[in-house]
């Protein structure tokens, strides 16, 4: 995106097209999309089918049962209404801290961006370790967290805190100044500006984002488990009822949590897209 | 704040050398002439002994130039793995349902526990740690579920060896005359003051070094390893508790020396190695000077008055993998399910 134009729906579209104007793939691009193919098939699509494949083994009422069963479900509700409620705040405080990273001078902000990225950096394990130390019984703040709902809630907010930020921030680096004066000397409110000059610029970003911190949450195993202590009906995140399937050797039941955890992130994926597109076209 | 800098520069040490064990360390002796390679595969607690046994080992007729290649990890994941093709000569794993998984998969010859020690190599038995000075009074099972007491056990349903400790909560109540109602209530109001159940062994224990919890629910020799090291606590050996029988077994298709490394972890040598690391031995008459780590380091395992065995008072792995921890019907399964209910 070199220019920033008022007219974002069509660049939007431009850009879906890829470039093939013909429609006719070049001999290039041709073996770019084999690669990019066998590349994606056996990362993602081979995996996950096999996922599936062993979550459908012991049947439907097989795979229903062990959603269902009464921990699981709690774990479940527990794990995505958490990642959900973690994303919407990451869309809000990412797109500030974006902001501030992008528009403002201060003392200290290269070292800021550089902080931002350690959670994706930290081994989880370790991550789970400084939260509980920080925030544990011995806390040197005095915020004990430990083995309560917050916890879980906490290592989702560290995990999943550079997504957003991430993804905004080179889309908001791009962003036309003058696009804004423009705006104001047509007399556009800040506010009207924003909602409907920035915001739809930002939207696609900010939806990748969202996406991504939606996934991750939803996988988060390591950084939390030291510091939630797994209790049932409590604190208990899906990927520990997967890792209780596995050591019964139940295989299919483990793999049919993983399935309902794919289906509920594929939801919210496509989701995220169609809300992004709306905002596009009304921007 | 210091404290917490402590953890965090552990951390940080630990995940390093976590990613090292990853790739498949060679602890081999460079000057080995033979190109003789024993692939180890264990659960995470008795990579220090095996170690140790390892240069013990090296220094024999028929260990020189023998090299090692180690992974360690928890206890089920480690079977599956090598059921699923990680190549290995010798396992030492948490519990017996493990190496069984091995002898269905026919990786392992179904003689395995036929030996003098039934296939077991190591052993251990289930104790309290509790903060230094033992502040809350805790020395029985009773004090465990008096209320306001907080545990930490590790989660039986997603870690095999946690599976010792609620076996002991169980048993204790039978060994003392108790009846199986009466055990699962004593399960209950155990899990009703678990305050954490951490994935794994070592995640408990970090739990419990961290501040969570008045007791913690672990082995003698990972309470002996971890006052090796320095941590400060202590632990309780209560009156009647679980005998813990860590088993090992050589490969069918395992490179021949290996016999000779398992006879040489069960003989005298290996198991003075494991005993230093806090493990109990599995045979009659060693001799240990002084072990570490240990309540009275002269005499560092005391006689349990009352030992529960897995084969005398629960029948076998296999048996009691389905009463106590299956998925839905489990009698742990059940009081872990309840314990959150509750609150």
């Keep these: 995106m070199a220019t920033a134009t008022l007219d974002r729906g069509h660049l939007v579209r431009r850009r879906a097209a890829g470039g093939t104007r013909t429609g006719r793939l070049t001999a290039t691009s041709g073996v770019g999309l084999g690669v990019a193919l066998l590349w994606f098939s ?22 229903w049962t062990s959603i269902t069963a009464p921990q699981t479900a709690a774990a479940i509700r527990l794990t995505v209404g958490f990642a959900a409620l973690v994303t919407v ?16 001078r201060f003392p200290g902000k290269r070292l800021l961006e550089l902080l931002i990225d350690l959670p994706f950096a930290l ?14 019984q011995d806390s040197p703040f005095g915020v004990d967290v430990a083995n309560q ?19 905004v921030q080179p889309v908001l680096e ?8 423009a705006a104001a000397s047509l007399g556009a409110s800040r506010f009207t500006t924003f909602r409907r000059v ?30 939630s202590g797994n209790l049932p009906f409590r604190t208990e995140v899906t990927s520990v009822r997967i890792l209780g399937s596995i050591e019964n050797d139940n295989l299919p039941g483990a793999a049919s949590i993983a399935t309902i955890l794919l289906v509920i992130s594929l939801v919210v994926l496509v989701l995220l897209d169609v809300v992004q597109r709306r905002m596009v076209r009304r921007g | 704040m210091r404290r917490a800098l402590t953890i965090i520069g552990a951390a940080v040490a630990l995940s390093l050398l976590g990613g090292a064990c990853g790739g498949g360390d060679v602890a081999g002796r ?49 079977s599956r793995a090598v059921e699923s093709g990680l190549e290995a000569d010798y396992v030492h794993f948490s519990v017996a349902s493990d190496v069984t998984r091995l002898v269905d998969a026919g990786l392992v010859a179904d003689t395995w526990d036929d030996g003098p020690t039934k296939g077991i190599v190591s052993r251990s038995i289930v104790v309290f740690a509790v903060r230094e000075g033992n502040p809350k009074g805790i020395d029985s099972w009773d004090d465990l579920v008096r209320p306001g007491i907080e545990i930490v056990t590790p989660n039986p349903s997603s870690s095999g060896a946690a599976r010792w400790n609620a076996l002991a909560a169980w048993g204790q109540v039978i060994a003392d005359g108790g009846t199986e109602e009466e055990a699962s209530e004593y399960l209950d109001r155990f899990f009703a003051n678990v305050v954490s159940l951490p994935g794994s062994g070592r995640d408990a224990t970090t739990a419990f070094l961290g501040g969570t919890g008045d007791v913690f629910m672990t082995y003698e020799n990972e309470a002996i390893l971890a006052r090796q090291h320095g941590e400060e606590f202590d632990y309780v050996i209560p009156e009647t508790t679980m005998l813990i029988e860590n088993p090992g ?25 494991l005993a230093l690391k806090g493990f109990r031995p599995v045979i009659d008459g060693l001799e240990v000077d002084e072990v570490e780590g240990a309540l009275d380091p002269s005499d560092p395992f005391p006689e349990v008055a009352n030992l529960l065995t897995v084969d005398e008072d629960f029948g076998s792995w296999s048996e009691l993998s389905k009463t106590f921890f299956d998925e839905t019907t489990g009698i742990v399964t059940k009081a872990i399910e309840k314990s959150g209910k509750a609150s």
């Design chain 1, 42 to 63: 056996l990362l993602v699509l081979i995996p996950l089918s096999a996922v599936v494949a062993t979550a459908a083994e012991g049947g439907w009422s097989a795979f």
């Design chain 1, 89 to 104: 705040l990451n869309v809000v405080t990412g797109t500030i801290v974006a902001w501030v990273l992008v528009r403002d």
């Design chain 1, 123 to 136: 081994p989880t394990i370790v991550a789970g370790l400084v939260l509980l130390s920080l925030y544990g």
């Design chain 1, 149 to 167: 709902r917050s916890a879980v809630f906490l290592a989702y907010l560290f995990v999943t805190l550079p997504f957003v930020v991430r993804t």
């Design chain 1, 174 to 181: 791009e962003l036309d100044p003058e696009v804004e004066e």
């Design chain 1, 198 to 227: 920035i915001l739809p610029s930002l939207a696609p970003a900010i939806a990748a984002g969202a996406a991504l911190s939606f996934a991750r949450g939803v996988s988060e195993y390591g950084s939390l488990v030291l510091l």
């Design chain 2, 30 to 78: 460079a000057d080995g002439g033979g190109s003789e390679t024993i692939n180890i595969v264990g659960f995470a607690v008795p990579e220090a002994a095996n170690k140790a046994i390892a240069d013990e080992f090296g220094a024999t007729p028929e260990g020189e130039g023998v090299r090692f290649r180690t992974s360690y990890g928890a206890s089920g994941d480690q």
């Design chain 2, 249 to 273: 077994a050589i490969l069918l298709d395992a490179t021949p020396v290996a016999q000779a490394w398992l006879d040489f972890v069960l003989g005298e040598e290996g198991q003075r190695q």
